[in-house]
């Protein structure tokens, strides 16, 4: 794991500046790579590279960073890491005359990017990566991020200078980056709670897509090309045209197997490793496959709080027992939980609003304690039907979507006319094991979407502010895949098509997001082996029936998990890794969020309809609303913009 950052700029001459700019486009990602740091200049085109080293696979010197090719024409800097890289080794030697320096997988995927050619060698990935390679002889740099989106990149072209890198600190590091703030990207924020790409919180400045590459001709007309390799529609589409023909006990033998060799190649590393573990199903079956391929107990890693309302701990301690792995937690107090808030907008590098952005840290901090890679359960949800949005639309959808809009309205003032917190005090009524976490807050998200129609009802289930627009003083909310009417002809399966949305936007633009920026804080290597890309495209040969079915989300999953672990241990209402940010606005946040939101404030800086924010924020303070989410977000943003 690493950060990479470079440019070509043919205006600088001074090879001092260049090497200057480089140097501190590489320090501006140091906790991305705390084992060293090197830069690369090239001496025409004023091409640069800069790369910091989590030294994780090969920790000598022939692992280091940027690298040369054998044959001397490719330059490669690279953050991630190739799994089954040994046997693309292999098939090089037994291929080609070459004899390589060490055994990092940064070498194999540049001598099988010299020999096979870059589409070639990606199709041969099983991995999460970024990577640019200069093409001396062409005079092209490439681009390249892995199918789903596990590792992030920036880039920008702008008056005739490219820039690129892991993270904007260090594209903002070289003078000519462009920093004019996209008021378009703060509406899309608003709404989602993160920038969905290829949007940035900069103007001109892009995320590079999941499954894509970029090309850049130095010497051609120096017009950045975007290519697909790799995508979810494909993948969705071939999943579809050759559905999965087993029966079930087949198909739940095949996902254990790919499950099992996605793991075992996640626990290559020369050093130490463990598994983040809340105790559901998800982290469960990680933590389970990999006990079972070890010869000692694994280390897992929880964090705990005192409001049981967000304390996974003790299940996850009590899987843990089961599986008999070498487990660590800690119990967080709320102070120390809301000491990261003053970090996060350095943290998270542009606004990003998902409060779980916290104890992600936090469980991140921990596990760095105690190893340097740690394997993560992200993407059960999205791709076996875990989301409690799932399970509703596949018992409730059509009849929600078809409700007379008299009968909506009248169903969601009834809804309304309560608070979410009277509700969740009605919910305990309920066993713990059968009610569902915060129950007033799911009841008002589905007082937004009654008597919505298809197109809409993902689209205000995935919405934080409804209308941001009407937040904003200046912007234009981009429209995005979310308002593809076509996407219904294709996927008519309501469930399918908030999975398949939910994996091209939620998933990699927040879930991936969090876990990346969080990790890498702590300088922490984060895998992610659900995400593993033959998982994904047999997930999509699956259905529906095999995901959802009795009202209950991930039915495959919880069979492979049910032959490691007993299902009372795992069967409860599904938590969430949250933390109380509702009641923290009211008490101990209440100074803080008052001082970034004031009236005056607000008005000075320009962005937000201030009037409109101070009524939502003294409605929360009353109690009347629960407008969490919402003021979470513009405190976000109110926090980043106060850092940068």
């Known amino acids: 794991m690493c950060g990479i950052a470079g440019f070509i700029d043919g205006t600088i001459n001074d090879t001092d500046k260049k090497q200057s700019i480089a140097h501190a486009m590489g320090e501006a990602m140091y906790r991305r790579g705390p084992d060293g740091g090197e830069i690369w200049l090239s001496p025409d085109h ?58 990092s997988d940064t070498e194999v ?52 200078v490219f820039i690129f890198g892991s993270i904007l600190k260090s594209l903002k590091k070289h003078p000519k980056c462009p920093t004019q703030i996209d008021q378009n990207a703060i509406a899309s924020f608003l709404r989602f709670n993160y920038i969905p790409a290829p949007q940035s919180i900069y103007q001109d400045v892009q995320k590079l897509p999941p499954g894509h590459i970029l090309t850049f001709d130095a010497d051609g007309d ?8 790799w995508s979810l529609d494909q993948a969705v589409r071939q999943g579809k045209n050759t559905p999965f023909s087993g029966t079930e006990n087949e198909a739940v033998i095949t996902l254990e197997e790919l499950l099992e060799d996605a793991v075992a190649k996640r626990m290559i590393s020369d050093v130490p490793f463990g598994a983040f573990l809340s105790g559901g199903i998800d982290s469960s079956t990680v933590a389970a496959l990999m006990q079972k391929q070890s010869f000692s107990p694994v280390k897992t890693f929880s964090i705990g709080f005192e409001d049981q309302a967000y304390n996974e701990a003790q299940h996850a301690a009590h899987v843990a027992k089961h599986l008999g792995t070498e487990h660590t937690e800690l119990y967080v107090t709320p102070a120390e939980a809301r000491a990261v808030i003053p970090n996060l907008a350095d943290i998270y590098d542009e606004p990003f609003a998902d409060s779980s952005q916290i104890p992600t840290y936090l469980v991140s901090k ?14 059960g949800d999205e791709l076996f039907g875990g989301y409690r949005r799932y399970i509703t639309a596949h018992r409730y ?34 066993p713990d094991n059968k009610r569902p976490s915060h129950p007033g807050d799911t009841l008002y998200k589905l007082a937004s979407v009654l008597g919505e129609t298809s197109d ?55 879930i991936l997001t969090k876990v990346d920026r969080a990790s890498m804080a702590a300088s922490l290597e984060a895998r992610v082996p659900l995400l593993d890309h033959r998982v994904v495209e047999f997930s999509w040969s699956l259905p529906i029936h095999m995901k959802i079915r009795n009202g209950q989300g991930k039915w495959i999953l919880r069979k492979v998990l049910d032959k490691y672990v007993p299902s009372g241990l795992i069967n409860r209402p599904k938590m969430g890794f949250g933390i109380p940010i509702d009641n923290w606005l009211r008490g101990p946040l209440k100074s803080w969020s008052n001082d970034l939101l004031s009236e005056q404030y607000l008005q000075k800086q320009g962005l937000l309809n201030s009037s409109l ?15 969490q989410h919402q003021l979470w977000a513009i405190l976000m943003l109110q926090s980043w913009l106060e850092s940068n």
């Open 613 to 627: 924010v101070q009524e939502k924020l003294q409605q929360h303070q009353a109690g009347t609303h629960n407008w």
């Open 222 to 229: 120096k017009t950045p090309k975007l290519t697909t390799y």
């Open 366 to 379: 921990l596990t760095r304690n105690h190893v340097t890679v740690a394997l993560s359960g992200d993407g």
């Open 109 to 160: 995927l540049l001598e099988a990017i010299a020999n096979w050619g870059i589409k070639d060698t990606l199709h041969h990935l099983i991995g999460m990566f970024v990577f640019a390679v200069w093409d001396k002889k062409l005079k092209r740099l490439t681009l390249c991020r892995d199918r789903v989106g596990i590792k992030p990149l920036y880039w920008s072209y702008n008056k005739g």
């Open 397 to 430: 959808g059509n009849k929600i979507s078809h409700l007379p809009k008299f009968v909506g309205n009248l169903s969601s003032g009834i809804i309304q006319s309560l608070s979410p917190q009277t509700w969740d005090q009605i919910f305990k009524i309920i």
């Open 456 to 510: 809409g009802y993902y689209r205000k289930l995935v919405s934080n502010w409804q209308n941001p627009n009407s937040i904003l003083n200046h912007g234009q909310e981009y429209q995005g895949i979310l308002w593809d009417q076509t996407i219904e002809q294709s996927l008519p399966n309501r469930v399918e098509r908030m999975q398949y949305l939910d994996t091209l936007t939620y998933l990699p633009d927040d």
């Open 46 to 103: 004023g091409v640069a590279f800069a790369h910091r080293r989590l030294s994780i696979i090969d920790l000598s010197s022939a692992g280091q960073q940027p690298m040369a090719s054998s044959c001397g024409r490719y330059v490669l800097i690279y953050n991630g890491e190739i799994y089954n890289a040994a046997q693309i080794r292999a098939k090089i030697l037994s291929q080609y005359d070459i004899k390589f320096k060490g055994h």
